[in-house]
C-alpha cells in the first residue's frame, strides 16, 4: 500500500498541473499559439538542461553488474524498431505514427524511477535504479531523434538522421554532459545552481503545456489510437518485458528498474519534442496526458504482483 500511495503522489501533481493547464485556456489566460512559443523554449533550453544536469551528477563508478541494464537497453531497441518500420504501416497520418512510435518506446523513467524505487527500498537505496537511468536517457533521445526525422522526411536517410541527431539540443546536451562528468571537471556551484533551476521549470511548464492543448474533439477522433497506446504501455509492454527480466532471474532493485522502464507512463519530454519536430503534437499531449491518468491502478498492481510475489 505504501508503494500505491507513492506513486500517488508522483502522479496527482501531474494530474493537477495538466488541469491547470486546461483552465488557463478555458477562461483564456493564455491559448495554444503561446504555449506553443513555450514549447519551443522546452525544447531548446528547458530539457536539454534537465538532460544536461541528470548526467552530470550521475556516479559512473557505481556502474558494475550490467546484466539488467543491457537487457532494457535491448528492450528498448526492440520497441524502437516496431517504432519506426512497424507503426507508420498501422498508423495514419504519418505525424501520428511519430508521436505513437515515441509513446511506445520511451517511458517516464527520469520521473517515476526513483519515486517508486524510493517507496519500497527507502530514500538512498536505489543506486541500481539510479543506474540503469545513464543508459536508458541517452537512448530515448536519440531514438526520439531519429524517429521523429524519419517521419517528418518520410526516409530514413543516414546523412539526414546523423545531422538531426547532431543538432538535437537535448542530445547536444546529454554528450557534454558525459564529456563533463568523464574528464572530472567540476562546475562551479553558481553556475550548476542556474543550470538545476532551470531544469527544474521542464516538468511543470510541459504538463500545463499539455493542459492547454487537451481537446475533447481530438481525444474522440483518435480515441482508437489513444486507447491502443496506453495499452501497450502500460499493459502489454512490461507484460513481455518484465515477465522476461523475471525469467532470466532479475530480482529486487534491478527487477524494479526494469519495471519502471516499460511499465511507466509515456514521457511528458515526448511532447514538446513532437511539437518541434513536426509529429503529432496534439496526440503526443494526450497520449502524456492519459497515460500518466491511467498508469496509477497498473503501476500499483504490477508493484503488487511482484513484492507478493516475492521478487521485488
Request: proline fraction near 4%; hydrophobic fraction near 55%; charged fraction near 10%.
Amino acid at each position: 500500500m505504501e508503494s500505491f500511495w507513492m506513486a500517488a503522489q508522483v502522479v496527482v501533481p501531474m494530474a493537477i498541473m495538466v488541469g491547470i493547464g486546461v483552465l488557463l485556456r478555458v477562461f483564456h489566460v493564455t491559448d495554444e499559439t503561446t504555449m506553443k512559443q513555450v514549447d519551443n523554449l522546452i525544447f531548446k533550453i528547458f530539457m536539454p538542461s534537465l538532460s544536461f544536469y541528470n548526467i552530470y551528477k550521475t556516479d559512473f563508478s557505481q556502474l558494475t553488474n550490467i546484466g539488467y541494464i543491457l537487457y532494457g537497453a535491448a528492450g528498448l531497441m526492440i520497441l524502437f524498431g516496431i517504432a519506426l518500420l512497424l507503426v507508420p504501416k498501422w498508423v495514419q497520418p504519418r505525424a501520428t505514427a511519430s508521436s505513437f512510435g515515441q509513446a511506445l518506446f520511451r517511458s517516464n523513467y527520469l520521473l517515476f524511477g526513483a519515486a517508486v524505487a524510493e517507496s519500497i527500498y527507502g530514500a538512498g537505496n536505489i543506486g541500481m535504479v539510479s543506474l540503469l537511468g545513464i543508459v536508458a536517457i541517452p537512448m530515448f533521445n536519440v531514438q526520439a531523434a531519429v524517429l521523429l526525422e524519419a517521419g517528418r522526411n518520410g526516409s530514413a536517410s543516414p546523412k539526414k538522421l546523423l545531422l538531426a541527431i547532431a543538432k538535437n539540443p537535448t542530445v547536444v546536451a546529454t554528450v557534454i554532459g558525459l564529456a563533463i562528468n568523464f574528464s572530472g571537471l567540476r562546475l562551479p556551484d553558481l553556475v550548476l545552481g542556474v543550470v538545476k533551476d532551470i531544469s527544474g521549470l521542464t516538468t511543470p511548464l510541459s504538463f500545463l503545456s499539455i493542459g492547454v492543448s487537451l481537446s475533447l474533439g481530438a481525444v474522440v477522433s483518435k480515441r482508437g489510437y489513444l486507447a491502443a497506446i496506453i495499452a501497450l504501455r502500460l499493459v502489454l509492454v512490461p507484460m513481455v518485458f518484465v515477465t522476461g527480466a523475471v525469467l532470466l532471474g532479475f530480482r529486487g532493485q534491478e527487477l524494479c528498474a526494469l519495471l519502471i522502464l516499460f511499465a511507466a507512463p509515456t514521457a511528458v519530454s515526448s511532447y514538446p519534442m513532437a511539437v518541434a519536430m513536426g509529429a503529432d503534437g496534439s496526440f503526443a499531449g494526450q497520449t502524456v496526458a492519459y497515460s500518466t491518468l491511467c498508469c496509477l491502478p497498473t503501476i500499483f498492481l504490477w508493484t503488487l504482483l511482484l513484492n507478493g510475489m516475492g521478487f521485488m
